[in-house]
């Protein structure tokens, strides 16, 4: 069964930094594009960025140059460092797994991000 485990959220003061985690099980993780999105209330589920299988990355253009998306296939495990964080940066925080060739994909639980003014 495969699973996909945020971690690393918090309260934290615009201008401050922050790294989620995102650990995945039950599944061949280096075969998986991963991908951060972000809900705030009210609002849609939005694209953060994307690490392709090959490490390659893109970015929403609210978060280009503060945050930066990682992965570490040995451990199994997606990051987002998140740096210079904005109010508007305020939201539940998913990870997102997709393997294209077989049409699968998977989304972890989410993971609280507050930022105060």
């Known amino acids: 069964q495969a699973q996909l485990v945020e971690s690393g959220g918090g309260l934290v003061q615009a201008g401050g930094s922050l790294r989620l985690s995102c650990v995945a099980s039950?599944?061949?993780?280096?075969?998986?594009?991963m991908s951060w999105y972000r809900q705030a209330p009210g609002k849609q589920r939005n694209l953060v960025g994307t690490i392709s299988t090959g490490g390659s990355t893109n970015y929403a253009d609210s978060v280009k140059g503060r945050f930066t998306i990682s992965r570490d296939n040995a451990e199994s495990t997606v990051f987002l460092q998140m740096n210079s964080l904005k109010p508007e940066d305020t939201a539940v925080y998913y990870c997102h797994a997709q393997y294209s060739v077989a049409t699968l994909n998977y989304w972890g639980q989410g993971t609280q991000v507050t930022v105060s003014s």
């Open positions: 039950g599944m061949t993780f280096s075969r998986y594009a």
